[in-house]
T-cell receptor, first 114, second 111 residues
Framework: AQSVTQLDSHVSVSEGTPVLLRCNYS??????LFWYVQHPNKGLQLLLK??????LVKGINGFEAEFKKSETSFHLTKPSAHMSDAAEYFC????????????FGAGTRLAVHP | DGGITQSPKYLFRKEGQNVTLSCEQN?????MYWYRQDPGQGLRLIYYSQIVNDFQKGDIAEGYSVSREKKESFPLTVTSAQKNPTAFYLC??????????FGNGTRLTVT
């Protein structure tokens, strides 16, 4: 069975400092993994996706994530936080079956302070 | 521009009333989905549809109903049987094996 755990419910950083949002997954198969971002009262926007190609995945807005099979992790990073990065971030794992088999983490709320 | 339109953005209803949330997409996607989001929780799948006139229950379908009469439209009805309907509802669409595109959501408050 597939599952995903976001290790921090809240992360707070200062503007200009690095961001690390942690995600561990469990999967019986080789998974597809995603990070989505949600700003208040908005839908989710895809940041990046991993689908068994390069293990370091670059996304939009300077974010990237590294797939580490040995650690079953898919942590999201950004070298320098911007105020506009304040949002909720969801780690998502896709199980076999294509369309509908998505499992969402509980989310990590990122706060960015001046 | 292509996208997913959910309406209305905010919806208020009295307990015991059915309410229908609208979702329209012009992305020509085959699949459409309804998710429910509660504070501190990830998204939970209510219903999904892969083709017109066909849909399947997700993890929390009780108290909800849907229809898929057109490829572009996938309305969700929250019935009076749903015990705790106040939530943020998100509609999404996708092609097979492609990431989901989301609408901006409808916040439903039932009092």
């Amino acid at each position: 069975a597939q599952s995903v755990t976001q290790l921090d419910s809240h992360v707070s950083v200062s503007e200009g400092t690095p961001v690390l949002l942690r995600c561990n997954y469990s999967s019986s198969y080789s998974p597809s993994l995603f990070w989505y971002v949600q700003h208040p009262n908005k839908g989710l926007q895809l940041l990046l996706k991993y689908t068994s190609a390069a293990t370091l995945v670059k996304g939009i807005n300077g974010f990237e994530a590294e797939f580490k099979k040995s650690e079953t992790s898919f942590h999201l990073t950004k070298p320098s936080a911007h105020m506009s990065d304040a949002a909720e971030y969801f780690c998502v794992v896709s199980a076999p079956g294509g369309y509908n088999k998505l499992i969402f983490g509980a989310g990590t709320r990122l706060a960015v302070h001046p | 521009d292509g996208g997913i339109t959910q309406s209305p953005k905010y919806l208020f209803r009295k307990e015991g009333q059915n309410v229908t949330l609208s979702c329209e997409q012009n992305l020509n996607h085959d699949a459409m989905y309804w998710y429910r989001q509660d504070p501190g929780q990830g998204l939970r799948l209510i219903y999904y549809s892969q083709i017109v006139n066909d849909f399947q229950k997700g993890d929390i379908a009780e108290g909800y109903s849907v229809s898929r009469e057109k490829k572009e439209s996938f309305p969700l009805t929250v019935t009076s049987a749903q015990k705790n309907p106040t939530a943020f509802y998100l509609c999404a669409s996708s092609m097979e094996f492609s990431p989901l595109h989301f609408g901006n959501g409808t916040r439903l408050t039932v009092t």
